[in-house]
């Protein structure tokens, strides 16, 4: 599955009105999806998929 799987951030994630995390956009193996994270990350940024919620994917910043 996509669980482990490196993604790069294609919409940078901006803080969600409530407060409930960082949000943007993610493209893994020529897709994008949604994404959700626990701080902001830029375009290019490369992040490992922790896990998944329906269509929205939880990343992680790598730690290169």
Do not use: C
Not at 11 to 22: A, D, L, M, R, T
Not at 32 to 47: D, H, I, M, P
């Amino acid at each position: 599955g996509m669980i482990g799987g490196v993604a790069e951030v294609q919409i940078p994630f901006v803080e969600h009105p409530g407060g409930s995390g960082y949000f943007g956009k993610v493209v893994i193996r020529g897709e994008l999806w949604n994404a959700s994270a626990s701080e902001a990350l830029l375009k290019g940024e490369r992040v490992t998929v922790i896990g998944r919620d329906a269509l929205t994917l939880k990343v992680s910043r790598r730690e290169e």
